[in-house]
C-alpha cells in the first residue's frame, strides 16, 4: 500500500501538469502580441483657470422676467380667447359634455324634417344631437353632420395658456361584419 502511494500521487501530478498552460499557450501569445502597443499612461489634467468674479452691472436696467411685463405682453392675445371661454362658462352644460371626446362614437344618422341629427354613444347611453349641441370636455360644438362624421369646433389651451379654436371630427363607428 505505501509503494501506490508515491506512484499514485506522481500520477496525478504528471496530469496536473500536462493541464497546464500548454493547452491555451497559442491564445496566451497571441493577446501578449495585441497587448504589447498597450501603455498604463494617463494624460495629465488640465490647468484649471482660477475663478474671477463679474460685477454684476445691470441693477438699473429694465429686469425682463418681472411678472408685470409678461402679463401686460400677454394680455393682449388672451383677451379673446379669454371672452371665448366666459361664454362658455356661463352657459349651463349639456350631458355629453361630461364625456371625453375620444369615448363619444357617432353610430349613425337620422333626417327629419331637412334637419340631420346624429346618433351617438356615450357611456351606456344613445343621445340624439343635431348641429349647435355641445359634446367632449373640450368646449366642443357642432358644426356640421353627415352620414360619415360629426364636425365640431373646441376650445383648447396651446402651449403657451392661450386659448385657441381647433376643428376636430367624429368618425362614423362601422359595424363588424358578420
Not at 58 to 73: H, K, W
Not at 149 to 157: N, Y
Request: charged share 25%; proline share 7%; aromatic share 6%.
Amino acid at each position: 500500500m505505501n509503494r501506490l502511494l508515491p506512484i499514485a500521487l506522481s500520477a496525478s501530478l504528471a496530469l496536473l501538469a500536462g493541464c497546464g498552460g500548454e493547452e491555451h499557450r497559442d491564445l496566451k501569445q497571441e493577446l501578449a502580441q495585441l497587448t504589447k502597443d498597450f501603455r498604463g499612461q494617463v494624460p495629465p489634467l488640465p490647468q484649471v483657470k482660477p475663478y474671477e468674479p463679474v460685477p454684476y452691472t445691470s441693477e438699473g436696467q429694465v429686469d425682463p422676467f418681472r411678472s408685470e411685463r409678461i402679463e401686460v405682453a400677454q394680455g393682449s392675445r388672451h383677451s379673446a380667447g379669454q371672452s371665448k371661454l366666459a361664454e362658455h362658462e356661463k352657459r349651463v352644460k349639456e350631458p355629453l359634455e361630461a364625456f371625453p371626446l375620444e369615448s363619444i362614437q357617432m353610430l349613425g344618422t337620422i333626417s327629419q324634417e331637412k334637419e340631420t341629427f346624429a346618433l351617438v354613444k356615450a357611456g351606456p347611453n344613445l343621445y340624439r344631437v343635431r348641429k349647435g349641441n355641445y359634446m367632449g370636455q373640450n368646449f366642443g360644438v357642432i358644426t356640421g353632420i353627415d352620414e360619415a362624421q360629426i364636425k365640431l369646433k373646441e376650445l383648447v389651451q396651446d402651449g403657451t395658456g392661450e386659448w385657441v379654436e381647433r376643428a376636430s371630427a367624429l368618425q362614423l363607428v362601422e359595424a363588424p361584419a358578420k
